[in-house]
């Protein structure tokens, strides 16, 4: 949909945690014939903790497909905000569906995994080039604070260097992208990466530590 296309092996879906909600879910996944796989089970309050509840399909048309199920997202907004600023996109012979927005798709991706850090990087990137590098101030904006390749920094600076020095004070890098130190900018870039693993791991540590209880408990 952002044209940063990449082989998917599941589909990721994020709920509303309400009984209402969950029951309609669990209907869904009545039909595509889906079965738990890993933990935890399926409840509100296991999704509103931030964990990820996977099942996979055995109807014909999605047979082994994998689907995961969560309602909070590390690093992005509370489920309500996200639905605001959700993408609805039509699909022929299915209709309307919404897409997470592009910002918390991005935010969604920084993670542990290198994978993660490459699509990041495509996102953003693909998002300037579709837009020929203009936009309203607040799209500029974002890309100054998300964008990950040295020399696109840098051209956004020089393009943009109002808009440069407002932000730079969340994103200091930004200081030797407007000097053009693509060199200084790259090592910076990778420790902005580093911190934001960090984080993620910090994140999920606890509730690592949950799934495996569950296991445990489950294997007594």
């Known amino acids: 949909m952002y044209g940063a296309a990449e082989f ?20 869904a996944l009545k039909l595509l014939k889906a079965v738990p796989v890993y933990f935890p089970e399926l409840t509100i309050s296991h999704l509103l903790k931030g964990h990820a509840c996977h099942f996979r399909c055995g109807a014909p048309g999605v047979k082994d497909l994998r689907v995961d199920v969560m309602s909070k997202l590390k690093g992005c907004t509370p489920f309500p905000k996200l639905w605001s600023r959700r993408n609805p ?46 936009g309203p101030v607040s799209k500029v904006r974002w890309w100054l604070l998300e964008a990950r390749v040295p020399a696109t920094l840098a ?21 030797q992208a407007v000097k053009n130190n693509l060199e200084k900018l790259s090592v910076l870039l990778k420790k902005e990466e580093a911190a934001e693993r960090a984080k993620d791991l910090i994140y999920w540590k606890p509730l690592k530590k949950e799934l495996e209880d569950f296991r445990l408990s489950r294997e007594r």
């Open 155 to 175: 051209r956004l600076c020089s393009d943009y260097p109002e808009q440069a020095a407002k932000v730079m004070a969340q994103r200091p890098l930004l200081r």
């Open 89 to 134: 996109v039509k699909v022929p012979g299915i209709g309307s569906i919404n897409i997470i927005g592009l910002e918390d798709l991005v935010q969604s991706k920084k993670t542990q995994r290198d994978k993660d850090w490459l699509m990041l990087s495509r996102l953003v990137e693909n998002d300037i080039f579709i837009n020929n590098a203009a």
């Open 8 to 27: 998917s092996r599941d589909s990721d879906f994020v709920v509303l945690a309400s009984p209402e909600n969950i029951k309609v879910l669990n209907s």
